[in-house]
């Protein structure tokens, strides 16, 4: 599901885009539904929803593309980080519910370097976003979509 919806997302990231200047007024009910739509998508699927917000920021409310990018990063690390910690959550109510002999798909150092990193590489992906052609950084993206995407439609 997951490798088909960034497949999915990196056709429609290969649409004619607009380069900023010209944005729509801002509807606040079609912005909370389709941000309830990239947030439930992203939990029921266990993902970051930066790479969605990306897509919906660019033909929703038509921002810029180095605006959304830096949207999504703050949105990836945020939701990157909430899922770290309901993952913990989980493991502690697994633990109480006598299911601590299964082992635990990630440590709980693992879960503090997915969180510090994504803190970092954010920051990074900001500052690229704002040097870099806005042509390089669609390339970019849609090409870590696609070979992220073919790798789990793989496996």
Known sequence: VVGTLQLSLAGVLLWPMTDGGITRRMRKSVDALCGGIVGGASTLIGIGGGAYTIAYMVYGPRRSLRDAIAAGNVTGVAVGALSVVGYGVSLLIAREHGLENRPALISAQGMAVLIVGGVVFSALGV?????????????????????????????
């Open 127 to 155: 500052k690229l976003s704002r040097t870099m052609p806005t042509s390089t950084l669609r390339k970019i993206l849609v090409g870590l979509l696609a070979v992220s995407a073919v790798r789990l439609l793989i496996q």
